[in-house]
């Protein structure tokens, strides 16, 4: 790792400190002190991540940049390359013009989103405690929560990408800035298709009033706006709205890769495309059963509810749906996380899923399985039973 990355990280740690400070929770000198201990920390435990190469990086991510170099960078946008969506794609684009190793620049893109994740975890707990201590719990939890360590700085994935601008936009919403917060999941879903897995809670902030009919018409908007770098370089307009189509048909036959969902009970199951079929309407039933209860009882979806709905929906939504990753809970740790940070006698739901998802994690890039993947599946479960139990408490006994 040359001066640039190490400046370039560093610089990384002053904007996260910054956010801190401009967010007004630093109020003494101490304070700042202790913060910057704290971001030091986070970020040399990053750097420490900086030089591992995954097969990903070698395989895919590499390959794609090297070929952007190859083809007149962002004129290559017109080709079919690799199967991200097209937004990630136009920073592979700019990496092929910067002689920085791209292991680096990729790792120091994700880590960049990891502090924006941050500061939108602390802002939306802050839509539910004043308290200075547990916002920024929530900020530092995320820095340091493994599974948002390893994912960006150790594996060079993206999801902090995507999972920013989703409890962005929760955020946002929930705040009375329901357009922001539109834009936002568009943009989360620009980036990955896995932002469907807590798109439906725009569902819910509809019946629960804090977002409107019209405000669905932003969607597709952005998500077109972001398509058109790619058109205007070369690309069929249809090939970008289609994409995600495409991912769908390699996502693979084997019923569960590596993830704690319901289907790492599946080892002796014979018809896997009857169990795919039930997963996928077990999905659905689960999605459209959240509707109904916040439909039913709207009067009393209080933020608290709302909140609740999306722990049901993360874990739930990809527990019960086939063909998952172990990459695929990212949102529910940091919903999970945050939660608990607002409300401590909750801290069981993110160890839950951290221990679900770091099994999958442990399996992945260390090539065997440290437990079985079923006891991630048991805990998964534990904790979409509790957010369930603690959204219906809320429906049921809560005024808006």
Not at 21 to 35: E, I, M, W
Not at 146 to 171: E, H, K, M
Not at 253 to 274: E, G, H, K, M, W
Not at 312 to 340: C, K, N, Q, W
Request: one cysteine or more; aromatic letters at 16%.
């Amino acid at each position: 790792m040359d001066i640039a990355v190490i400046l370039l990280l560093f610089a990384e740690a002053l904007l996260a400190l910054a956010a801190l400070y401009f967010s007004g929770l630093l109020k003494r000198p101490k304070d700042v002190a202790v913060c910057a201990a704290l971001v030091a920390a986070a970020f040399v435990v990053r750097g420490s991540c900086f030089n591992h190469v995954t097969a990903d990086y070698e395989t895919f991510l590499s390959v794609w940049v090297e070929y952007f170099r190859n083809n007149g960078g962002f004129a290559a946008l017109a080709e079919p390359i690799g199967n991200y969506n097209v937004p990630y794609m136009y920073f592979l684009a700019a990496f092929s013009y910067i002689g920085i190793d791209d292991l680096y620049l990729i790792k120091l893109l994700s880590v960049f989103f990891d502090i924006v994740l941050a500061y939108a975890a602390m802002s939306l707990a802050g839509l539910y405690t004043t308290s200075r201590v547990k916002r920024l719990a929530a900020f530092f939890g995320v820095l340091f929560l493994p599974t948002v360590v390893l994912n960006g700085a150790y594996w060079g994935q993206c999801d902090s990408i995507y999972a920013a601008f989703a409890v962005l936009g929760i955020y946002f919403a929930l705040s009375g800035r329901p357009s922001a917060g539109m834009a936002c999941i568009a943009v989360s879903f620009a980036f990955k298709l896995q932002a469907v897995f807590i798109m439906p809670v725009f569902v819910v902030l509809l019946l629960s009033g804090h977002v409107k009919i019209r405000h669905f018409f932003i969607f597709p908007a952005v998500y077109i706006a972001l398509m058109l770098p790619a058109v205007a370089a070369g690309m069929p307009f249809m090939d970008t709205i289609t994409l995600y189509f495409d991912q769908m048909g390699t996502v693979g036959s084997a019923l569960n890769y590596n993830s704690p969902s319901i289907f790492a009970f599946s080892r002796s199951v014979q018809d896997t495309a009857l169990a795919s079929n039930l997963g996928i309407i077990a999905a659905f039933a689960l999605m459209l059963l959240t509707f109904l209860l916040v439909a039913l009882r709207r009067g009393r979806a209080s933020m608290w509810a709302v909140l609740g709905c999306a722990l049901v929906l993360s874990i739930g939504i990809p527990y019960f749906l086939p063909h998952m990753h172990e990459r695929y809970f990212f949102v529910a740790d940091v919903l999970t996380l945050l939660f608990a940070c607002a409300a401590p006698e909750y801290l069981a739901l993110p160890l839950l899923t951290q221990f679900a998802s770091l099994l999958g994690y442990h399996a992945y890039l260390r090539g065997y399985y440290f437990l079985p993947m079923s006891y991630g599946a048991v805990a998964l479960a534990v904790a979409l039973a509790l957010s369930l139990a603690f959204t219906l408490a809320q429906l049921y006994s809560s005024k808006k």
